[in-house]
Structure formats: structure tokens, C-alpha cells
């Protein structure tokens, strides 16, 4: 595709490229980051930021913000910052065995919740 003068990313090196099509098909990443990784390699195909937006269905100043991020941190700026939030109701020691609680009693999910509360 011939580049005009809209945004694009910068060249990336073919061993970039095989890295980020790995993370793009990682069954490990979140999908925001998998999503990135997309979209970086879109642009440095040489599809445009309105493409590319119609592509991962988000808004074009989303990906232009990717494309910003990739310029300045590369490999680091797919992945999510840390964010504030409400904290855990189960501690991370208990989490597997809520998970087997819950999965052993599927049809009332407000059984497994009072076994819990009688555990912790």
C-alpha cells in the first residue's frame, strides 16, 4: 500500500513483526493487548488509522494512541497499565478453592457464596 502523508508507524524489523504476530495469536495476553499488537501490524503494512479502526471496531483516536505508544515505548505499550479498582473480595490463597466450590454446586451460586463466607 503506498503510504501518503496521514500516520503511520515507523518500519519494524522483521524479528519485531514475527513477535508481535506471536502475541497477536497468544493465548496467554489479554485481548487488548493481542488487539494492539493488531493494529501495530496493520499500520506498518500500510493500512490507515481509519482502517484500522474499522478492523479492531474501536475509535481512530484509539488507534492513534496506539500507534503514539508504539513509537515511544514499543513492546511496552501493548501491554495494560495497572489500574485503580475495587479490591478482591476473596483473598488470592482462596481463589482456587471458591473456584472448585463453585464448580462442584452450579445451580445455585448462592450456596457455594455462604460456604465461603463460613470459610474465610
Known amino acids: 500500500m503506498r503510504r501518503t502523508g496521514k500516520k503511520f508507524i515507523s518500519p519494524i524489523e522483521p524479528l519485531a513483526l514475527k513477535w508481535l504476530s506471536l502475541i497477536e495469536f497468544s493465548d496467554e495476553e489479554s485481548n487488548r493487548t493481542k ?7 496493520l499500520s506498518n503494512s500500510g493500512y490507515s488509522i481509519s482502517q484500522i ?3 479492531c471496531l474501536t ?3 484509539t488507534v492513534s494512541k496506539w500507534i503514539d505508544g508504539w513509537e515511544k515505548y514499543q513492546f511496552d505499550s501493548l501491554i495494560d497499565k495497572p489500574r485503580s479498582g475495587r ?3 476473596i483473598h488470592s490463597e482462596m481463589h482456587d478453592e471458591v473456584i472448585d466450590i463453585v464448580k462442584k454446586i452450579q445451580d445455585n451460586l448462592k450456596v457455594p457464596l455462604l460456604k465461603y463466607r463460613k470459610i474465610w
Open 35 to 41: 488487539l494492539r499488537a493488531q493494529a501495530i501490524r
Open 53 to 55: 479502526s474499522q478492523i
Open 87 to 89: 479490591t478482591p473480595l
Open 59 to 61: 475509535t481512530q483516536e
